[in-house]
């Protein structure tokens, strides 16, 4: 039988992990992680921002159903504050003129080029033609963030188990058996696939439903700037369209291709072409010659067909819950997805909180993509 669980969380991740903190409240639960730490796939290599105003409809009405809990969260395990200021410029270039009235539509507000280049002291004003900032775009603490949850989840008598990788799965009376790498066998009422970029996979060994859950890569790096110019009040700048963006991290300057190419689940590098082009962009727009690259690293952003997450009940197997596809906006949407799953567990409903903010229920339900 092995060890016995009401409900087994697959992926500690901060999907899984912010699940299982909800979840805990009223069950007995357990990650089961692969890695020995938590966070180490997409969740360590974000670009770390909260941008409500980013992505397709439900992400938005999730990210704004989040904003709560990031401004007031415990601080018996969040002891300091999730979010800093930070600010999101679109740069405009001669010929895309057209984002403009898609950045407006959004709430972004225009920017004087004089001005964001006192922000931005190394930006060529002259190869912009207009830029629009969203002022309500911030950082999160995201090891903060984690690292809260994985304290609440063992708060509340929840276990976290590393170094632990699912292989399979059986039904005794009912309950699953999961099986591990490691030959140790777990037991649970109920599981929950909070696997990231491995979600179809973990759900093709449960015989649930053939959800394709693409894992896209996207490289980033961190660039080295004169010692005399400090980048950390500067706003995360991106191109329209969403061509490349830069933004300070740790007195850096991370810089992405904003590439998205899809792949098979694994450990991600990142994609030095992708990288190549990214320099010559930000080269267009800075007045900074990059000579050599820091740090680079790639993470899978992970995205359903339609491009909503994926959260509920599948439609084939009981008692396994969907918790996928978070494509890039998994760090600022975890809040509220994780409080939608603990309540479809048990209530059957989505909070009123969340649907308020905008989200339809059924644009994230796994049934929507039974027929893809
Ligand atoms: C470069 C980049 C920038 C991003 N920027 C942002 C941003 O600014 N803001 C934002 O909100 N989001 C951002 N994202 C997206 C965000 O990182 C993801 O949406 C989020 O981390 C997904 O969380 P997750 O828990 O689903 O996945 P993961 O963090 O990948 O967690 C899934 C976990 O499941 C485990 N696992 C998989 N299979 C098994 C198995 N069989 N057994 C046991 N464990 C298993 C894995 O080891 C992994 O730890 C960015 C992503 C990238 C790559």
């Known amino acids: 039988m092995g060890t016995v669980f009401d409900i087994i969380i697959i992926g500690g991740g901060i999907a899984g992990m912010s699940a299982a903190a909800e979840l805990a409240r009223d069950h007995k639960v357990c990650v089961l992680e692969m890695e020995p730490a938590a966070g180490y796939h997409a969740t360590g290599r974000s670009a770390a921002t909260f941008v409500p105003s980013y992505g397709p409809p439900a992400f938005r009405a999730l990210a704004q ?19 800093s200021p930070r600010g999101e410029v679109m740069l405009i270039a001669a010929g895309e003129e057209a984002h403009i009235a898609e950045g407006e539509a959004l709430g972004l507000a225009h920017m004087p080029l004089d001005e964001l280049q006192r922000r931005v002291p190394l930006l060529k004003r002259d190869a912009l033609v207009a830029a629009l900032i969203d002022e309500a775009a ?8 984690l690292q809260g949850y994985a304290r609440l989840v063992r708060a509340r008598s929840g276990e976290i188990v590393f170094r632990t990788r699912v292989t399979g799965f059986t039904r005794h009376y009912g309950a699953w058996q999961v099986q591990t790498a490691g030959g140790e066998s777990y037991s649970a009422g ?19 439903q053939a959800i394709n859950i693409t894992p896209k890569r996207r490289s980033a790096m961190l660039l080295d700037l004169p010692a005399d110019c400090a980048p950390d009040d500067w706003p995360l700048c991106f191109g329209a369209g969403e061509t490349f963006y830069f933004k300070p991290m740790g007195g850096r300057l991370m810089l992405s291709p904003a590439d998205a190419t899809p792949v098979d689940p ?29 740090q680079t690293w790639g993470g899978l952003r992970s995205f359903a067909n339609d491009g909503n997450p994926v959260a509920g009940f599948d439609d084939t197997q009981d008692n396994f819950l969907w918790l996928a596809g978070q494509g890039g906006y998994g760090i600022q949407s975890a809040p509220a997805l994780s409080r939608l799953a603990a309540a479809l567990v048990n209530t059957g409903q989505p909070p009123a909180d969340i649907v308020a903010a905008g989200l339809e229920p059924a644009t994230v339900s796994p049934s929507r993509l039974s027929q893809q």
């Open 65 to 83: 159903a989040s904003e709560g809990f990031f401004t007031a969260a415990d601080p018996q395990f969040w002891p300091a504050p999730l979010l």
């Open 138 to 145: 911030r950082d999160i603490d995201v090891d903060l963030m």
């Open 190 to 208: 109920m599981v929950v696939n909070a696997a990231g970029a491995w979600a179809s996979e973990v759900a093709r060994l449960a015989q649930a």
């Open 266 to 294: 694994h450990d991600a590098w990142a994609d030095d072409m992708a990288l190549a082009e990214a320099v010559e962009k930000f080269q267009q727009v800075m007045d900074f010659e990059v000579t050599h690259a820091g």
